[in-house]
């Protein structure tokens, strides 16, 4: 790996590959095999995956640099622990200090709802305010890690409208889990629904002020787009490894591997810079976004260059380019296909005010406007309700305002006597 490493994150990068190749390649082999991934064996993982400082200087960076460890031995077991990994940063950076000693005492895997979309529109729990605190109702949709967690975080609509993060057991009362999803690929990541009802919880379960949801969850949402975007360069990376294995020749010529490894490069960079912005507590949501659509749009962009190079085995059922192949086309199920991350980040970067407008049927040319249309604006978008409006006549008029000298100068606006 070409990235600017400090000394302790070598040393991270070494230990991760280390048990990538020593301890994972069992696990692997039966995650493949079953699909699934017991709670013991990731708590066993989270505890050796454990940062030594709760809040080190560079967490993020090291929360990156384990997930494109993992993802070169496991998808599925990478995006399991990045979900796990969501909401550790959630509480670090939200949580009070009696919440960061809680959960961070002691190795934890939690869940969150997959957040494809805009994360206000993207919660139907309600919470009902009770003496102790408040009763969630409601269901939450796409939660990752639903059968191994055992906590969730949620996000709530709490009266009269104000959004709330909470962390709630998944053994409470009132937790139902539904029917589990069987992606295509990240095997061992397991999705389902969960059903709230009348769950108890209170203000030691909730996760910074209560109108800050959405904010906990945004956050979320881009550290899920980061994660998202090294998981898929650690599949590009495993990728290429397996092809220089498999190839047809013993040295596979180099301008058909530049490439795969040149994208694969760039996409790593593009993550550890981002996670470095966060880091620094500079805003890194742009740049997750960015390496987020850039990693969607060029998903299979690798595939189509190594394929190739190992013959007649990348299309029978033992390939292992399929089977990763198979990774990155579930990620969408996630983080989002390539419109939705592009208009999430029209939405919060670009600001643009049509990002909302459906894109599908004919599309209309901006209307052109000249001033005596004014009154025809006015009423179409209701800007007075109990004034009629009747632009171009001034003894009609209850006001009028002049604009030019008459902004600055009292004598040049008036009032009709009338």
């Given amino acids: 790996m070409e990235l600017h490493l400090t000394a302790r994150q070598t040393g991270l990068w070494q230990r991760l590959m280390a048990l990538t190749r020593e301890q994972l390649m069992g696990l692997v082999m039966q995650i493949e095999s079953t699909g699934t991934i017991e709670r013991p064996t990731l708590t066993t993982l989270a505890q050796q995956l454990?940062?030594?400082?709760?809040?080190?200087?560079?967490?993020?960076?090291?929360?990156?640099?384990?997930?494109?460890?993992?993802?070169?031995?496991?998808?599925?077991?990478?995006?399991?622990?990045?979900?796990?990994?969501?909401?550790?940063?959630?509480i670090l950076t939200f949580g009070t200090p009696q919440q960061r000693q809680r959960y961070g005492g002691q190795p934890a895997v939690f869940g969150l709802a997959?957040?494809?979309?805009?994360?206000?529109?993207?919660?139907t729990v309600k919470a009902t305010p009770v003496t102790a605190g408040w009763q969630l109702s409601g269901t939450v949709k796409a939660v990752l890690n639903v059968t191994q967690a055992t906590e969730y975080l949620v996000l709530a609509q709490t009266p009269p409208?104000?959004?709330?993060?909470?962390i709630i057991a998944a053994d409470k009362p009132g937790v139902t889990v539904g029917q589990p999803i069987?992606?295509?690929?990240?095997?061992?990541?397991?999705?389902?629904?969960?059903?709230?009802?009348?769950?108890?919880?209170?203000?030691?379960?909730?996760?910074?002020?209560?109108?800050?949801?959405?904010?906990?969850?945004?956050?979320a949402q881009s550290l899920g787009q980061l994660f998202a975007g090294a998981i898929t360069a650690g599949i590009w990376q495993h990728a290429t490894d397996?092809?220089?294995?498999?190839?047809?020749?013993?040295?596979?010529?180099?301008?058909?591997?530049?490439?795969?490894?040149?994208?694969t490069a760039a996409l790593q960079t593009s993550v550890y810079n981002a996670a470095q912005q966060a880091d620094d507590e500079r805003s890194f949501t742009d740049a997750a976004q960015l390496a987020a659509v850039f990693a969607s749009q060029n998903a299979l962009a690798p595939f189509k260059i190594l394929m190739p190079l190992i013959g007649d085995l990348a299309y029978t059922q033992h390939s292992p380019l399929v089977a990763l192949q198979n990774d990155v086309a579930t990620l969408p199920l996630i983080i989002g296909t390539d419109a939705q991350l592009a208009l999430t980040f029209a939405a919060t970067s670009l600001n643009d005010e049509v990002v909302d407008v459906p894109t599908a049927g004919p599309q209309t040319a901006p209307e052109h406007l000249v001033v005596a249309d004014l009154h025809r604006v006015v009423k179409r978008l209701k800007l007075?309700?109990?004034?009629?409006?009747?632009?171009?006549?001034?003894?009609?008029?209850k006001r009028v305002v002049a604009l030019g000298r008459g902004r600055w100068n009292p004598q040049y606006c008036f009032k009709p006597n009338n």
Wanted: glycine share 6%; aromatic share 2%.
């Fill in 50 to 90: 454990t940062l030594d400082d709760p809040l080190p200087d560079d967490r993020l960076s090291q929360r990156i640099l384990s997930a494109l460890a993992l993802a070169q031995s496991s998808a599925g077991l990478a995006m399991s622990f990045a979900s796990s990994w969501q909401v550790e940063d959630a």
């Fill in 114 to 123: 997959a957040l494809p979309e805009q994360v206000t529109a993207s919660s």
């Fill in 161 to 166: 409208d104000a959004a709330g993060a909470f």
């Fill in 182 to 219: 069987a992606p295509l690929g990240l095997h061992g990541l397991t999705i389902a629904d969960i059903q709230l009802t009348d769950v108890p919880v209170t203000a030691a379960d909730q996760i910074g002020q209560l109108g800050q949801g959405q904010r906990v969850m945004q956050r």
């Fill in 242 to 263: 397996q092809t220089r294995q498999l190839a047809l020749t013993e040295q596979p010529p180099l301008t058909a591997l530049a490439p795969a490894m040149a994208i």
């Fill in 384 to 397: 007075t309700k109990d004034v009629p409006v009747n632009v171009g006549s001034i003894a009609t008029a």
